[in-house]
């Protein structure tokens, strides 16, 4: 058994069906974002700058894609001898296989992997949020509050506190109270979901939960009202950086384009907090004589020969010669061929936009067009 003193369990089965096209065919966490990024590389990179060097990964929805992204770990460096990331998949026993049933269960049916290392406490993260955190800051408070559970959380405006679930705490930042999504909140602190617990408190408490017929096997729903129930020891950990779920279309477009304001959320190219992803093999990208580019993301392996104002053009996309993409985000492989034009859209991955062909409009500041991976739209 490996003596560690903190590992890290990454949620990264759901499927996201509010993105709606963008993962008819992948999970959310490998979703592109940013250019040259996939969701869950946001996660990884937090887990690596925080010195966090053991990772499982729970996949389930349409996994071959963020299983191969992932691959070693080495992108984030991952890939230790005596650690590293471990995808996990469901898989069958001798009692069966079946689906991950809920957050709490799918951690609960890997307990064999956890009781490989002798850790003192257990991370527990989701692959499909954007932020910068360093974890060691919040498990230096889960251990001077001497907590069996802690619970990051972000203060929200009011009104969108019902879309969250809402932790009440007293001053000392000890939690009172979780409520789910309650319309009439008493706080503002919405949970972030992401968990540390010390290691025994969370096996015992999975182990019990399996073995209620009734419970969801969730986290929020079933794991922390139980503990709070028993006065448990449960703090929580306010975070006051930058951080979204974008559960969403409107979302996830309103977040991505924010990061080609002057002032962006924060740096995708920080040196001191990298964002590290597994897309850095590509060659450079190619701006043909006759393109005009303005405020915008061009990844790696990008063709660029048209106008590009106002996007985000991920790792191997192509615009034509002629062709305008405006206030648009074209995922990995996505073509614009020559004259035609793509406003206010978000192109999926291997997608084609035909010559010619006028997609979106430039008049409409709410609608965004969003075609699905591997979609030609023809004339």
Not at 322 to 331: E, T
């Amino acid at each position: 058994m490996k003596k560690k003193k903190c590992i890290a369990m990454l949620l990264a089965g759901g499927q996201g069906s509010r993105l709606g096209a963008l993962t008819k065919s992948i999970a959310k966490p490998a979703v592109s974002f940013g250019g040259k990024y996939r969701i869950i590389d946001f996660s990884l990179s937090n887990c690596a700058n925080s010195s966090i060097d053991t990772v499982g990964v729970l996949t389930q929805y349409r996994p071959f894609i963020l299983n191969s992204y992932i691959s070693s770990g080495k992108a984030w460096n991952l890939n230790k001898r005596d650690g590293g990331i471990f995808v996990l998949p469901p898989y069958a026993t001798e009692a069966g296989g079946e689906w991950y049933k809920g957050t709490a269960d799918s951690i609960y049916q890997n307990l064999e992997f956890l009781n490989l290392y002798d850790s003192e406490y257990i991370l527990i993260l989701s692959g499909d949020h954007l932020y910068h955190m360093n974890y060691q800051y919040m498990l230096s408070e889960h251990i001077k509050n001497e907590a069996e559970l802690t619970v990051s959380v972000i203060p929200v405006e009011w009104k969108e506190a019902p879309r969250f679930g809402i932790i009440t705490a007293d001053e000392e930042g000890r939690i009172t109270k979780f409520s789910e999504k309650p319309k009439n909140p008493d706080s503002n602190l919405a949970s972030m979901g992401i968990y540390i617990f010390n290691k025994k408190v969370l096996v015992d408490a999975l182990i019990e939960d399996s073995k209620d017929e009734n419970s969801d096997h969730d986290f929020g729903k079933n794991i922390i009202p139980k503990l709070l129930g028993e006065n448990r020891r449960l703090f929580c950990y306010k975070f006051n950086g930058f951080w979204r779920d974008v559960g969403t279309i409107p979302e996830y477009y309103e977040t991505s384009m924010s990061f080609l304001e002057p002032d962006p959320p924060f740096s995708l190219e920080s040196k001191d907090f990298q964002v590290m992803s597994n897309s850095n093999v590509y060659p450079p990208q190619y701006i043909g004589r006759n393109a005009v580019l303005s405020q915008s993301y061009v990844a790696n392996a990008c063709r660029v020969l048209g106008n590009v104002k106002h996007s985000i053009l991920s790792t191997g996309s192509y615009v034509g010669e002629g062709a305008k993409v405006i206030n648009s985000i074209l995922l990995p492989g996505a073509r614009v061929e020559e004259g035609a034009v793509v406003n206010r859209s978000i192109l999926g991955e291997n997608s084609v936009v035909s010559k010619g062909v006028v997609l979106g409009d430039e008049d409409c500041e709410k609608d965004i067009t969003v075609i699905g991976n591997d979609y030609i739209v023809k004339s």
